[in-house]
Structure formats: C-alpha cells, structure tokens
C-alpha cells in the first residue's frame, strides 16, 4: 500500500513537472487537483497550509512538494517527491540548452516563445483561483487576501510584513 | 513567486541596453564543484520569496560569473521548459561550468537545504498542525499567500492585454473601428484567460489541457504573427 502510493507520487509528479510551463507556481493546481481532489492525500486546509508555510519559509516555490511528499509518505515520500519534481526537468533542460542556443533568433523558435508566455501566465492565474478558493473560508480571510493582493500589487513593501500582520490577524481570531 | 514578473523586465532591459563589462571587475574564474555547491546553497537558504533576485545578484554583481546578457539568456531558456526554473538554472549553468558532475552539484546545493528545511516542517505539522494557535496564524497565512499569488497574476497578465501598435493600412482606405482594433489584438490574452477557465474554475486534467492548448497557442501566434 506504502509502495503503491511511493510509485503514484513519484509518476503523478513526474508527470506534472514536464507538463507544467512556468515554474513551480504553474504546476500547483495540478498538484492541487491530485493530492486534493483525486488521491484524497489531505483536505483543502492542508493545502493551504502546506502552501502558507512553504511561502513564508525562505527558499524556493517549490519546496512546497516537500511538505506534501513527507505528508504523504513520511521522509521517503519527501525524498521522492522532490526527486521526481525536480530531477527529470533538470535532464531535460541540460539537453536543451545546446539546441538552444543553435536556433537563436529564428522566427519558429521565438513563435513558440511568444504562445507559450500566454499559457504560463495562465497556469498562475489558476493557481491564484485554487489557493483563493483553499484558503479563504470566511469572509474576513477574503479580506485579508484582497488587501495582500492590493498591497504586493501597488506597493513596494517587503511581502514578509504582510505576513506577519496577516499572520497576527489570524492569531487574533479574526479568521 | 514575484521572479516572472521581475524578469520580464529585467529581460528587456538588459536585451536593450546591455550593461558595458566594468573595467576594474577582476576576470572571472572558473568555479570547481565546490564553489557552484555553495553558492548554490546561499541561494537557496536567502532567498525568501523566490530565489530569482538572490540567484542574479550573485552570479552578476557578486561573483561575475556570468554577463547580466548571458544570464537573461540563460533564464529565459529555463523559463521556457517546464520544471522549477532556478532548479533548470542550477543544472545547466554547473554544466556549463563543470560538465554533468558540476550540474549535480549545482543542483544538490540548490535542493539540499530546503529537503532538510521542509522536512522538519513537515514533522513539525504532523505534530501541531491541529493545534488552536497554529491553526489560526496558518489561516491568516494562506489567505495572504493567496492574495500575493493574485497580485503576481496580475502584474504578468497586464502585459498581455496591451494592443500591438497599430499596423500600417496596406489599402490606404479608412477601416472601421471594429476591423482597426482587430487587426492589433493578439490570441495572447484569449489564451491565457483560456487556461486559467479550463485549469483554474473547472479543473480539468492538466495533460489534456496542455495537449490542446500548446498547440492551438502556437498556431494562433504563428497565424498573426
């Protein structure tokens, strides 16, 4: 059963990160849909959580399959989440980057440049529309994600404070 | 989760005007294994918030390593596969330095701090996560997190609506308002509002999305190009 669901993370993973255009943000409602929604690995909460923490942590987007991997599969479950995350992209690219640099500047290399901005933006803003929809159960949370959007969006300020405010709101019970 | 947008900007810049190497900056060298291991795991440790801005300012300002020209290259190549970018820029600017050996210790120092980081998380959360205290603060937190993602969105879809500068009447004759601001759209915003419906609000599998919209992406671009 443990093996089972090793074997699952690691190919749903796997899958995801060769599909996923655009980083780390742009495979999360993949993400969101396989541990939430179809391997019923955790509830909304937990994701929210999950993705809470791996935001306000210092380090990379995607760290968050780590919190997920152990959650799933303890230390072995981290281990291959990650792996499956982040090791076959990296192959790739090491490929890629030599036929790269071979067809800069040609009209097919930047068409294909230009249609795939569109879809990896996309991909964020359906990431915004699942971690809105995880998170913001009551109204005041709502509030609190419409100002920290307003803030991140016309103001230069430092994302940490809207942390800890947000954080000391909800510690205030206001959530 | 703010890189995209920081690039984008950062990309033009530099692809603009690109900044004259300083005369008085020793050449660079080489870096062996070691040095591409820590500095990658410098990276990896500081950087809150994405690790883009942590990432350029070491290569370019701190350790010269490489040409701010060279590394929006370098990132726009890693943008453009899939995968978790500085993890792509990892693997190959190590190989680029040091061969596939130099990539695995690029990579290594870049998802080593946060593996152990995370899991401590993890086994703490395990543990407290059901707590009163640490429920409300994680509620205040994801819905913060939510908002800063929304606000990311935004700031990368703008860009995309603006209209392409008006194309020169090849008739000479005057054209309806309707068939003017035609002809300056883009499929790029029709697109990307595309997937966010199918993969945002009606959550269909990402495989089959992708497998229609990349190429139908391509097309559209290619046919008003």
């Not at chain 1, 093996?3 to 255009?21: E, K, P, W, Y």
């Not at chain 1, 980057?97 to 803003?125: C, E």
């Not at chain 2, 990309?11 to 062996?32: C, D, L, W």
């Not at chain 2, 990432?55 to 060279?70: I, L």
Request: aromatic residues 10%; positive net charge; charged residues 10%.
């Amino acid at each position: 059963m443990k093996d089972d669901i090793l074997f699952t993370l690691a190919v749903q993973f796997m899958i995801m990160s060769l599909l996923a255009l655009g980083g780390a943000n742009a495979v999360l409602p993949e993400v969101h849909r396989q541990a939430v929604e179809v391997g019923q690995w955790m509830s909304e909460r937990q994701f929210a959580d999950f993705f809470a923490i791996s935001q306000a942590a210092p380090g990379p987007n995607v760290q968050i399959v780590v919190l997920i991997g152990y959650h799933v599969g303890g230390l072995l479950g981290a281990a291959v989440a990650m792996l499956a995350m982040c090791g076959p992209t990296a192959v790739l690219a090491l490929f890629f980057a030599r036929a790269w640099d071979r067809f800069k500047d040609t009209l097919w290399r930047n068409t294909v440049q230009a249609a795939l901005v569109p879809i990896s933006v996309g991909l964020v803003g359906a990431t915004a529309v699942v971690l809105t929809r995880a998170a913001d159960t009551t109204w005041a949370a709502a509030g609190i994600t419409a100002a920290s959007a307003a803030t991140t969006f016309f103001t230069r300020w430092n994302p940490l404070y809207v942390f800890v405010v947000a954080g000391v709101l909800g510690l205030a019970g206001l959530v | 989760m703010r890189d995209s947008t920081a690039d984008s900007s950062a990309a033009s810049n530099a692809s603009s005007s690109p900044v004259p190497p300083s005369p008085q900056q020793p050449p660079p060298r080489i870096p062996t294994h070691a040095d591409l291991f820590w500095a990658f795991f410098k990276i990896a440790i500081s950087g809150f918030g994405g690790a883009l801005p942590w990432t350029r300012r070491m290569f370019v300002e701190q350790k010269a390593w490489m040409t701010p020209q060279e590394f929006n290259d370098a990132y726009a190549l890693c943008q453009f596969l899939p995968g978790p970018n500085i993890v792509n820029l990892a693997a190959v600017f190590g190989a680029r330095m040091r061969g596939a050996t130099g990539a695995l210790a690029a990579w290594l120092g870049f998802l080593g701090p946060p593996f152990v980081i995370m899991s401590t998380v993890g086994v703490l959360y395990a543990r407290y996560g059901d707590a009163e205290t640490l429920r409300k603060i994680l509620g205040g937190l994801a819905a913060a997190a939510a908002g800063l993602m929304i606000a990311t969105f935004v700031r990368m879809a703008e860009p995309l609506f603006r209209l392409r500068a008006a194309a020169t009447s090849e008739q000479g004759g005057v054209r309806s308002l309707g068939a003017q601001l035609g002809a300056r759209l883009t499929p790029q915003p029709f697109v990307m509002l595309a997937v966010v419906a199918a993969i945002g609000l009606f959550r269909w599998p990402l495989l089959w999305v992708m497998a229609v919209v990349v190429p139908a992406s391509i097309l559209l671009t290619w046919w008003r190009r």
